[in-house]
């Protein structure tokens, strides 16, 4: 069963950093792209960041471009997301999701994380 469970999510400044992780189980780590998608309080979903399987890739949205740097630990079977510069806009629950196969943009999702609040607020 696959599994993606999302942690580091909370209340920060803005202008503040956090660092958001996803453990991933039950599949080939290694094989898949994977990518962060947030949605924010009465929005639809934004993609945000993907990453190749290797970790020798990575996209991200305008929204975040130069603030936010994805990243992947293959022996942990862990996702992350590093996120600077927060601003009041990127308040949103962020999700951990697996692609179905390479890298691309729009990202082909098979599988969702339960999400992890992140608010940025002062």
């Known amino acids: 069963e696959v599994q993606l469970v999302e942690s580091g999510g909370g209340l920060v400044q803005p202008g503040g950093s956090l660092r958001l992780s996803c453990a991933a189980s039950g599949f080939t780590f290694t094989s898949y792209a994977m990518s962060w998608v947030r949605q924010a309080p009465g929005k639809g979903l934004e993609w945000v960041s993907i990453?190749?399987?290797?970790?020798?890739?990575?996209t991200y949205g305008d929204s975040v471009k130069g603030r936010f740097t994805i990243s992947r630990d293959n022996a942990k079977n862990t996702l992350y997301l590093q996120m600077n510069s927060l601003k009041p806009e990127d308040t949103a629950v962020y999700y951990c999701?697996?692609?179905?196969?390479?890298?691309?943009?729009?990202?082909?999702?098979?599988?969702w994380g339960q999400g992890t609040q992140v608010t940025v607020s002062s």
């Open positions: 999701t697996k692609s179905l196969g390479g890298a691309v943009v729009p990202p082909r999702i098979d599988y």
């Open positions: 990453i190749s399987s290797g970790g020798g890739s990575t």
